[in-house]
T-cell receptor
Framework: GNSVTQMEGPVTLSEEAFLTINCTYT??????LFWYVQYPGEGLQLLLK?????DKGSNKGFEATYRKETTSFHLEKGSVQVSDSAVYFC?????????????FGQGTILTVHP | NAGVTQTPKFRVLKTGQSMTLLCAQD?????MYWYRQDPGMGLRLIHY???????AKGEVPDGYNVSRLKKQNFLLGLESAAPSQTSVYFC??????????????FGPGTRLTVL
């Protein structure tokens, strides 16, 4: 079956540090890949996505590249801010008869200190 | 547009009590989903619906029932609550799936505690 594995958290960084959150996946075919962010007390919201190999998704200074050869979709940001403190979820959509269903990783808690 | 809304935001139940969580969306989406979020477990799909009058089981359906009588509403029921159902529940919706998916839109969540 399909699965998503994220790096263990929590991750604690100082402001302006470089961020990487690793995400690898297992899926048949050509899934679409997503990063969702959940700010404290809120629901999830889409951060970025990529729908085919070598696509780069980007938003709010975050980037992730769809690497089919390593089955990865690592999230990066060059300089984090305190306001980036949140839980980050990697997810995949297998397409076909998946009825829009997403498979989520376990989430990574990010805390950024001033 | 309100997007996806959930009612209630918080609830405390005693073991054996029943309740219904309401999800409503105003985006005319076909597909709707109920997830539960537990620490270290990510989001797990409970039930989903691909259209009015249809429902299907997800990954963790036991102890829950759902109904989709109107396209904009998706109800999640707990007939006899158990402490293991203490969790944060999220509803989401999207346009029809296909080869690619735009995104799922999430509600703000319902925090349920079962004593």
């Amino acid at each position: 079956g399909n699965s998503v594995t994220q790096m263990e958290g929590p991750v604690t960084l100082s402001e302006e540090a470089f961020l990487t959150i690793n995400c690898t996946y297992t899926a048949t075919g050509y899934p679409s890949l997503f990063w969702y962010v959940q700010y404290p007390g809120e629901g999830l919201q889409l951060l970025l996505k990529a729908t085919k190999a070598d696509d780069k998704g980007s938003n709010k200074g975050f980037e992730a590249t769809y690497r089919k050869e390593t089955t990865s979709f690592h999230l990066e940001k060059g300089s984090v801010q305190v306001s980036d403190s949140a839980v980050y979820f990697c997810a995949l959509y297998a397409g076909g008869t998946s009825y829009g269903k997403l498979t989520f990783g376990q989430g990574t808690i990010l805390t950024v200190h001033p | 547009n309100a997007g996806v809304t959930q009612t209630p935001k918080f609830r405390v139940l005693k073991t054996g009590q029943s309740m219904t969580l309401l999800c409503a969306q105003d985006m005319n989406h076909e597909y709707m989903y109920w997830y539960r979020q537990d620490p270290g477990m990510g989001l797990r799909l409970i039930h989903y619906s691909v259209g009015e009058g249809t429902t299907a089981k997800g990954e963790v359906p036991d102890g829950y029932n759902v109904s989709r009588l109107k396209k904009q509403n998706f109800l999640l029921g707990l007939e006899s609550a158990a402490p293991s159902q203490t969790s944060v529940y999220f509803c989401a919706s999207t346009y029809s799936g296909g080869r690619t998916l735009n995104e799922q839109f999430f509600g703000p969540g319902t925090r349920l505690t079962v004593l």
